[in-house]
């Protein structure tokens, strides 16, 4: 491999080329198989500094750099001596749905134990709907668990599980055996299946959660409906899974067919003697990955989501020529920075499909089709392209004052002046999704009506945000939804606010229903109106009294939605037609928490 330092150099990579999933911490950890008697063989460091991954693997290098440097120390030395030479690792990037932003929140966790086979450490991407049923359930076995996070409750799950299949063991070799060989036995032999199979038994939620056991297993546990994304790849050296395929392609330099999407109800299964295995732990149902990863949440560097952005933008385009009425001459297209850029490009394919066919019409129109100046004229035509909003580093407001903070956040974004003709041009600006519409009444809308254009239309690559989130992406509170905010709006101007009290009352006598009872009741309120009129609702939202264009905010359809992205069918935040029962629990526990002025999420 060239380096002793193989291993690290590449979860490096992994890391950095994620770091999009995360920027509230990072963790690592490692672990040195065959290490003798009283040495330490698993090694975690974490961190939350604003550059975590750079101040863990900086801390980890440095006392290992000299060593690695030496020629005259073994590889076996190295691994001796050095902390976080295993040849099993793992690292992961926390994006903070909840909880406090501090080091205790950061993965990797661990459940140490003097047993080898009974050491426990994972990490993950996931959110458990139903962590009360489950924190009840290792209450209910006699524990006392240490906190009430989703996190804990499915480490000490998976470790008791893991407990009962080493005591098995255990029992069934003790009359054979002496104790230091029933040990080695336990760690050939243990059924890594069997313990995530009984763990994840009762798991509502979506969740990847990777794992690796003190003596060299390890494994990649995927939900049943496939809701967080899971890749692996293998060969005869090396196993690499992540939740983005495009890192391990990266890192390690393999072809897109070979990198594997993980089963939904599975898990990728890594033996210490070598043996990988996709194996059933959880019976598979309808496969409803997030979408919200294909819009926005991954990279896309990816092949499959680069198209799949690209159709978004695409399949909105004749929606966004109508609403210009045609007029390429005085409108400007542009996108919000950075992820709305590659629903841009297929925005444009449209509008270029659109003109070609323009030109074709004209063309055959020509009195004189020699006419050099006037086929020139033609050929010409294209829509006007404009690098109009500028994404400002990250401002630092020092201001306590409300006025004078709303003020500093308005200028997050800038704008590129002399390219708009005053009161004449519209802008037409395209983001990936617009979830509370603070941003663009705050900053966006405001900076661009500096420029006097006639009108703005904003244009979401997603649809209407309606829903909470409660499988891992950090959208859970009802009340903060611009879309949200118009249905009340609209409710309320046209006199039905009873529906809204009907709806409250529906949604307190299921609270204590058991989950599989209970039906999204706030589905009642969108219902009344139209796409487009909690469209138009949502425009005059994010308009502030101060602005002179006229405004206009246009989405995706779901039906769109699904075509763009055919493998990614999960759209309850859109919807509301959650994958689990627990889902919809939470949608109508987050309308009450608004009818009743309570600022706190939906799930625990």
């Not at 990279?299 to 159709?311: A, L, N, S, T």
Request: glycine share 6%.
């Amino acid at each position: 491999y060239g380096t002793t330092l193989y291993g690290l150099n590449k979860l490096y990579l992994l890391m950095e080329k994620q770091h999009n999933r995360g920027q509230d911490g990072a963790g690592i950890a490692t672990i040195k198989l065959d290490m003798p008697i009283g040495q330490k063989y698993i090694d975690i460091r974490k961190s939350t500094n604003t550059n975590a991954i750079k101040e863990i693997f900086e801390k980890v290098y440095k006392p290992l750099q000299g060593l690695a440097d030496n020629p005259d120390i073994s590889t076996d030395k190295i691994k001796e001596k050095g902390h976080f030479m295993g040849e099993v690792m793992m690292g992961h990037l926390r994006y903070g749905t909840h909880g406090k932003n501090n080091v205790f929140s950061v993965h990797p966790f661990i459940r140490e134990n003097n047993w080898m086979t009974r050491n426990l450490v994972i990490a993950g991407n996931f959110n458990m709907v139903n962590n009360r049923d489950l924190f009840q359930q290792l209450v209910a076995l006699g524990q006392h668990p240490k906190e009430f996070t989703d996190t804990i409750t499915v480490l000490e799950k998976l470790g008791h599980f893991l407990d009962r299949e080493v005591q098995q063991l255990f029992d069934q070799y003790k009359p054979y055996h002496e104790n230091q060989k029933i040990s080695e036995l336990i760690a050939s032999e243990l059924n890594v299946q069997n313990v995530l199979a009984r763990a994840a038994r009762d798991f509502e939620g979506g969740y990847a959660i990777m794992g690796m056991l003190g003596h060299g297993d390890a494994f990649l546990l995927r939900d049943p409906n496939g809701i967080r994304p899971a890749y692996y790849y293998h060969d005869d050296e090396v196993v690499v899974a992540a939740s983005e395929r495009p890192a391990i392609m990266t890192a390690f330099d393999v072809p897109f067919s070979q990198v594997k999407e993980l089963t939904p109800g599975h898990a990728l299964i890594i033996k210490k003697k070598g043996t990988v295995k996709e194996q059933l732990c959880r019976q598979p149902l309808d496969k409803k990955s997030c979408s919200f990863e294909r819009i926005y949440f991954s990279r896309g560097g990816d092949q499959e989501i680069y198209e799949e952005r690209k159709m978004l933008g695409r399949l909105i385009a004749p929606k966004v020529l109508e609403a210009v009425h045609y007029d390429y001459d005085h409108t400007i297209f542009s996108f919000i920075p950075n992820t709305a850029e590659v629903a841009f490009y297929g925005m444009m394919k449209g509008l270029e499909d659109h003109l070609k066919e323009i030109k074709k019409k004209k063309l055959l129109e020509l009195e004189d089709k020699t006419d050099a100046t006037a086929v020139e004229s033609i050929l010409s035509m294209r829509p006007r392209v404009e690098k109009l909003a500028i994404k400002d580093v990250k401002l630092r407001t020092f201001i306590t004052n409300d006025d004078d903070r709303s003020n500093m956040v308005s200028h997050v974004y800038d704008v590129t002046y002399g390219q708009v003709e005053s009161h004449v041009d519209t802008i037409v600006l395209i983001d990936d999704s617009i979830v509370r519409g603070t941003t663009l009444k705050r900053s966006i809308i405001a900076i661009l009506d500096r420029l006097e254009p006639k009108k703005i239309i904003i244009v979401s690559s997603a649809p209407q945000i309606r829903y909470p989130d409660c499988y891992g992406i950090d959208m859970s509170k009802m009340g903060d939804f611009v879309a949200f905010k118009a249905a009340i709006e609209l409710t309320q101007e046209r006199g039905n606010s009873a529906l809204l009290d009907e709806v409250y009352k529906e949604c307190k006598e299921m609270e204590h229903w058991p989950s599989e009872k209970v039906h999204n009741a706030v589905q009642k309120v969108y219902a009344q109106f139209t796409d487009e009129e909690i469209s138009a609702q949502v425009s005059k939202i994010v308009k502030a009294p101060h602005i002179r264009a006229e405004v206009q905010v246009m989405y995706q359809s779901v039906d769109d939605l699904h075509t763009a992205c055919p493998h990614n069918l999960g759209d309850w935040y859109f919807t509301g037609n959650y994958p689990t029962p627990g889902g919809n629990k939470v949608a109508n526990k987050a309308f009450v928490n608004y009818m009743e002025g309570r600022d706190e999420r939906a799930y625990t």
